[in-house]
């Protein structure tokens, strides 16, 4: 059984190596992901436009939706990236997979922020959030994608 249990262990390990796909792949695979990202964005910009226009009363709420609908989209992205995989080996590619989760950590913080009509959590959240996303952008640009990263 001991042995079985081995032998599959070492058939899946081969196999999820073997599917790790290069660089090139990697990017293009993003970057499909990323123009549908766009596009799944879209209408949150349109909302968060319109939403200028509520009264103040009624802006709290709709950004607090706004960011959990963009907190959807952004854990749909990043589930879809990470069963792209990495390449094997790539520490840079790894590092840009797993700053997606720490992305979603600092957006579920702004949400909550704006549920809470928190303007001291704001203050603090929303500009650590933006330093961080534009951090990561730099780094996926710089790795060689061509959308993601580009805004």
Not at 42 to 51: E, F, N
Not at 120 to 138: D, G
């Amino acid at each position: 059984m001991l042995i079985a249990v081995t032998a599959l262990g070492l058939v899946l390990s081969v196999g999820a190596a073997h599917a790790a796909p290069t660089k090139s792949e990697f990017i293009r695979q993003g970057d499909a992901l990323c123009l549908q990202v766009q596009r799944d964005l879209a209408p949150l910009v349109r909302r968060a436009q319109a939403a200028k226009s509520l009264p103040e009363s009624q802006q709290w709420a709709a950004a607090q939706r706004l960011w959990a609908d963009q907190i959807r989209i952004q854990a749909r992205f990043t589930a879809r990236l990470r069963a792209v995989g990495v390449p094997t080996g790539d520490s840079k590619a790894r590092s840009i997979v797993l700053g997606l989760d720490r992305g979603l950590v600092l957006a579920r913080r702004v949400r909550d922020a704006f549920a809470r009509r928190s303007t001291t959590s704001l203050a603090v959240t929303l500009p650590e959030y933006i330093r961080f996303t534009m951090s990561l952008n730099r780094r996926v640009a710089a790795y060689g994608f061509k959308v993601c990263g580009h805004s």
